[in-house]
C-alpha cells in the first residue's frame, strides 16, 4: 500500500467503514519511523526479547505517516450521533485518496 501526499481540500474514503470526508488539517510526519531495532534470529514462542537480542536495524512496515484531521461528511455505519463526531484525526494508512483511485 502507497501512502500518498495528502493536501487541505482533498477529498478522502476510510478503507473499513467506507465513509467520505474532507481533509481540514495535515499534520506532516506525524506516526511512525523509518528505522527500527531488529531480532532477525528465531525467539521460541513465549520467550521475551531482551535489549541484549537485537540483531540490527532494519526498515518498518508503513514508514513515516501523516495525521489527518477530517470532516466526515457521510454516515454509513450509524456510528455518528452528534455533529462533534465527525471531526476527528486518523493516521493516513486508515484512508485512501478519492482523487487518486
Given at each position: ?6 493536501q487541505v ?10 465513509d467520505i ?81
Amino acid at each position: 500500500m502507497t501512502i500518498c501526499n495528502f493536501q487541505v481540500g482533498d477529498l478522502v474514503r476510510h478503507l473499513k467503514s467506507k465513509d467520505i470526508g474532507v481533509v481540514r488539517k495535515v499534520d506532516k510526519d506525524y506516526h511512525g519511523a523509518r528505522q527500527a531495532f531488529k531480532v532477525y534470529r528465531d525467539v521460541p514462542r513465549g520467550k521475551a526479547i531482551r535489549p541484549e537480542m537485537v540483531d540490527g536495524f532494519g526498515p518498518t512496515v508503513d514508514g513515516i505517516r501523516d495525521r489527518l484531521l477530517v470532516l466526515w461528511t457521510t454516515d454509513y455505519t450509524g456510528r455518528m450521533r452528534y455533529q462533534h463526531d465527525r471531526l476527528g484525526y486518523f493516521d493516513s494508512k486508515d484512508v485512501e485518496n478519492v482523487k487518486e483511485m
